[in-house]
C-alpha cells in the first residue's frame, strides 16, 4: 500500500497564513499628544479616504492610530491636508490671569476681543452645516468712536448648505453692541479631494458618495468589512482543493499500485485479459466441487 507523506505541515502553514492576515491589523499611531478637536479632525479625514482611524484618549492628550499596513498612506495624507491645525486656547485659559499674553491696557483688549472670537468659532461650528469657522472681533480693542465690527469665514461641511441668515444671529447675539451692517460673513465650500474616487474607495448611490473603508488583501483591496469573511472563504477553498487534490493522488496512487501489483504476476507475452478469464473460470469450477 502506497505511503503518503502527513498534510498537517501544509494545513498548519495555511493556517497561519489565514491567522496573519485576520490579525495583520496591528495599530500604528499617526499623531499623539493633540487635542480632541485635532484628533477628530484627523479621524474624520483618514476614515473618509477608507483608511479606517481610530481615536483613543491618553495621559498627555488623544492618540489617532490606523492599521501598519496603511500606515504611510495615512501620515502622507494628513501631511497633505497640513493637520493636525493649531490647537485653540479656551476662552478661559486666555482672558485667565495666567494668559499667555503679557499685560498692558492695548493688549488685553486685544486679548479679550481674540477669546470672544474664539468661543463664537465654537459656536459656529457647532452648526450642523459648519466644517469650521474664523472669527475676528473688534469691540474692546477699537478706535474710540468706532463701531462694534466683526468678521466671518466659514467652510461648509460636504453635501450641506450654510446660510449667513442662520448664522448671522448667532454671531449678533454673541457680540454686544454689533448692528448687522457691521457684520461681514463668507460662506465657502469646501475644496474636494483630488483625487479619483476610486482610489479613495468610495462608491456612489444616489447621487450621495459614500465612504468604504478598504483594507489590503493579497494583491488586492477589499472593503474592511467584508476582510474576515473574504480570508475565511480564500481559507476554506484551498482547504478543500488541498483535501480533493490528496484524494485524487490517493486513488490514482492505489490503482497503479494494484496494476503493478498485477501485471507482476501475469507471464510475459499474456495478454491481462485472458488471465482475468482463466482466474474466472477456475473459481467457478471451485464453487462447483
Not at 4 to 12: A, E, N, Y
Not at 13 to 31: D, K, R
Not at 204 to 226: C, I, T
Request: hydrophobic residues 45%; aromatic residues 4%.
Amino acid at each position: 500500500m502506497p505511503r503518503f507523506k502527513s498534510s498537517k505541515p501544509s494545513l498548519i502553514g495555511i493556517a497561519l497564513v489565514a491567522l496573519g492576515m485576520l490579525c495583520g491589523c496591528s495599530q500604528e499611531p499617526v499623531a499623539r499628544d493633540i487635542d480632541q478637536r485635532q484628533a477628530l479632525e484627523i479621524v474624520a479625514l483618514l476614515n473618509s479616504q477608507g483608511l479606517g482611524a481610530e481615536l483613543s484618549k491618553e495621559r498627555q492628550g488623544y492618540v489617532v492610530k490606523v492599521r501598519k499596513s496603511v500606515f504611510p498612506q495615512a501620515v502622507a495624507l494628513i501631511n497633505d491636508s497640513k493637520l493636525p491645525g493649531e490647537a485653540k486656547m479656551s476662552f478661559r485659559q486666555l482672558v485667565g490671569e495666567q494668559g499667555i499674553i503679557p499685560s498692558s491696557r492695548e493688549v488685553e483688549s486685544l486679548r479679550l476681543d481674540h477669546a470672544l472670537a474664539v468661543e463664537i468659532e465654537d459656536i459656529l461650528e457647532n452648526h450642523a452645516a459648519v466644517a469650521s469657522a474664523r472669527v475676528v472681533v473688534r469691540l474692546n480693542s477699537r478706535a474710540e468712536g468706532a463701531a462694534v465690527g466683526a468678521s466671518v469665514v466659514v467652510q461648509e461641511r460636504p453635501g450641506s448648505k450654510a446660510s449667513t441668515g442662520e448664522l448671522a444671529p448667532l454671531v449678533l447675539a454673541a457680540v454686544p453692541g454689533l448692528a448687522r451692517e457691521n457684520l461681514q460673513i463668507s460662506v465657502t465650500p469646501m475644496l474636494p479631494d483630488p483625487r479619483t474616487a476610486a482610489e479613495l474607495g468610495k462608491v456612489y448611490q444616489d447621487g450621495k458618495v459614500l465612504s468604504v473603508p478598504l483594507a489590503p488583501f493579497l494583491f488586492w483591496r477589499v472593503p474592511e468589512a467584508s476582510l474576515a469573511s473574504i480570508v475565511v472563504t480564500f481559507v476554506g477553498v484551498l482547504v478543500l482543493a488541498l483535501l480533493v487534490g490528496m484524494l485524487v493522488g490517493y486513488a490514482l496512487a492505489v490503482y497503479r499500485h494494484a496494476r503493478t501489483v498485477v501485471s507482476s504476476d501475469v507471464p510475459e507475452g499474456v495478454p491481462l485479459l485472458s488471465l482475468k478469464m482463466e482466474r474466472h473460470k477456475k473459481s467457478i469450477l471451485k464453487v462447483k466441487d
